[in-house]
């Protein structure tokens, strides 16, 4: 039988032996705390930030994001083109077809199936770009993956130039659909990535402006042409695709990386760095990119809680998959609310009666509109007005208004109603760029959690391509004289389906503004209404975390002690 020394011995060999382990687990606890308590002072700030405070605390990444943004102007300018031309005499007589009419005059139109594939040509380069940017931004991060897209733009766009067949343009459109694809995407991840809560709206929804001034830039462009008799008329518009990847390269390549691509990554240190480079600490003594970095790691590390991996299958699991589901209609709904319609304007105003100028000219006003309409849009989100109000309000006007345009249809005088349905269509890009247009952005960006978001995104803008494909293969055919020659019914038909998209709008889409992306995953959740979203209260550092991301935080930590200490 042991001694009372003995056991007093042994119990105090045990008791050593153990504290390692009680030490490592209090040190495990300390970096918790320090990591919540450091996340809900950034979280705190976030929140009580105002608008002017971010526009003084975070300029660079303002700067930074409205760059990279500016890549999507060049598939804004392209689609412009392409569904432009079609109204473009010399074009028609380069790749179209001769149609006799009854009083024996002879005019040049591309057939309605060419139409279709050219302009889903771009669609379907886009749905390819879009599965690889899936991969590709999240594996080599974003800075890099848009500079090798901005070389592919450079290199397609001599097929472009050269074209001689409508088979060429068909493959330059393809192809080019691929880097656009990855920037429909990596531009409104990146925006919402380098940005504060209360800059998020407005960066986000600032990609759309950028796709309107592309589209401005290329009717401008096809206006100053219309009097050119020669093939230049149309190869200068193509020959200046290249005007845009250069300039975009040489500022792009000085870019800091996604701090929240980092954090997912594992390099803390280098997204503190990152997020020195996006803020201007003289301008804000209150600003600390420690509390920042914990916040990205909470949320980071609450996500791989309630979001077990980080595949495309993984989008449609539990949480995500309603989360996925929201995303891919909110863009699709740009195209079924009646969209795709107004991107054949020019076309459609010239088949309605208008003389060619007449038809350029109010697409001009159109796409200057779509510009315009991303300001108006910011002004209301700065009035407190929601993302889903926009939305809800946006599609009931537009639907009014393709009922107008589909009666306009029944007015015997044609030049009047020719006049109408331009003005009608104007108004209606207005209300469009108020709301829809410009909203979807900001709600595809916050909806989608972070550490899905590129891949919840890119299902969303593919499934928004698939409608534009089926909607680019009917709206041809619906305005085309040569087919089924709808002209103004053809909104009687949009407006059914605008009308659905309201109701879905109504009962599924929640309201994002105001929300840290950890509150968002912990609505998501708890599977919270999305008519009660606004209203509803979370504290998310109730929740237990644990993962990898904070494992990386604690070493990090442990680095710094040791660089300290010698």
Known sequence: MASVSEKSMGEDFVETAQSPGAAQKEAEHETMRDVIRNARLATEKEHNMTLLQGLKLYPKAIAWSVLISTCIAMEGYDISLVNNFYAFPQFNQKYGVPITAADGSVSYQVPAAWQAGLSN??????????????????????????????????????????????????????????????????????????????????????????????????????????????????????????????????????????????????????????????????????????????????????????????????????????????????????????????????????????????????????????????????????????????????LAALFTMLMILGFLGLASDRNAASLATGSIMLVWALCYQLTVGTVCYSLVAEISTRRLQIKTVVLGRILYNIVGIVCGVLTPYMLNPSAWNWGNYAGFFWAGSCFLCFIYTFFRVPEPAGRTFAELDLLFEQNIGARKFASTSVDVFAEHIEGDVVKNYRDQIAISSVKTEF
């Open 121 to 394: 040509g771009a669609v379907v380069g886009e749905i390819i770009g879009l599965m690889i940017n899936g991969w590709v931004s999240e594996r080599f991060g974003y800075r890099f993956t848009v500079i090798s897209c901005l070389v592919l733009v450079a290199a397609f766009t001599t097929i472009f130039f050269t074209a001689q067949t409508v088979v060429h343009l068909q493959v330059a459109e393809i192809l080019c659909g691929i880097p656009w694809g990855v920037f429909q995407t990596l531009t409104i991840t990146y925006a919402s990535e380098v940005c504060p809560v209360a800059l998020r709206g407005y960066l986000t929804t600032y990609v759309n402006f950028c796709w309107g001034i592309g589209q401005m830039i290329g009717i401008g462009v096809i206006m100053g042409n219309l009097k050119r008799t020669d093939e230049w008329a149309y190869r200068i518009p193509y020959a200046l695709q290249w005007m845009w990847p250069v300039p975009l390269i040489a500022g792009i390549m000085f870019a800091p990386e996604s701090p929240w691509w980092l954090v997912r990554k594992g390099r803390l240190e280098d997204a503190k760095r990152s997020l020195l480079r996006l803020t201007s600490l003289d301008r804000d003594s209150d600003f600390d990119a420690d509390e920042t970095v914990a916040m990205m790691v909470h949320t980071s590390a609450l996500e791989q809680k309630i979001t077990k991996g980080a595949s495309f299958l993984d989008c449609f699991k539990g949480v995500d998959r309603r989360r996925t589901e929201i995303v891919c209609m909110c863009w699709a709904i740009q195209n079924l609310s009646g969209n795709s319609f107004s991107n054949y304007s020019t076309y459609f105003l010239q088949q309605a009666g208008l003389s060619d100028d007449k038809a350029y000219a109010f697409a001009m006003g159109q796409y200057a509109i779509n510009c315009v309409g991303v300001f108006g849009a910011w002004t209301l989100i700065t009035l407190g007005i929601g993302r889903r109000t926009l939305y809800l309000y946006g």
